[in-house]
């Protein structure tokens, strides 16, 4: 079953530097987003009730897809905020994370980068291709992280399970 969570915008601005783009270990949060994500507390102000609440999904692949593999090609929607590159602190902005097989890392710190499996959409793309990936049932968790890869809180995130032949 899909699972989208779509909250108000907060970006908590951590510091002014940047964090690159790889990053050190993060505890799991939740072994399936089949779970809320939105359970940690929040570190950063709602927006206005008039702003409307940004949301992200997975547009490709489709909730139960069968696909051929070996490449999975992903493509994300946003709505109610922007896609910029990493380290551009923009209000009302971010970019995309993506977790294949992975599950969702400390919310409070930069997302890691494992090559393969979580990956830092840091250029504001909306696409982007897992090659090689193995035969089976896989899911893929999008997470949209603010200027400094920390997922924004509350949380903009969506789910897809699929399975690759």
């Known amino acids: ?32 987003p089949g779970g809320d994500p939105t359970d940690s507390p929040s570190t950063a102000a709602e927006t206005s009730p008039s702003a409307p609440a940004p949301s992200v999904r997975i547009t490709e692949p489709r909730e139960e897809e069968d696909l051929a593999g070996p490449d999975v090609r992903v493509v994300l929607a946003i709505e109610g905020m922007l896609i910029r590159p990493a380290g551009d602190p923009t209000e009302n902005s971010g970019h995309h994370h993506l977790y294949l097989d992975e599950d969702l890392t400390d919310p409070t710190q930069p997302v890691p980068a494992v090559p393969g499996r979580i990956i830092h959409m840091g250029d504001g793309s909306s696409e982007f291709v897992f090659e090689g990936v193995e035969p089976g049932e896989h899911r893929i968790i999008a997470v949209v992280g603010n200027y400094l890869h920390v997922p924004l809180q509350p949380w903009v995130v969506d789910t897809v399970h699929f399975t690759v032949r």
């Open 1 to 32: 079953m899909r699972k989208t969570t779509t909250l108000g915008l907060a970006v908590p601005f951590l510091s002014l530097s940047v964090w690159a783009c790889g990053g050190g270990d993060a505890p799991s949060q939740d072994p399936d």
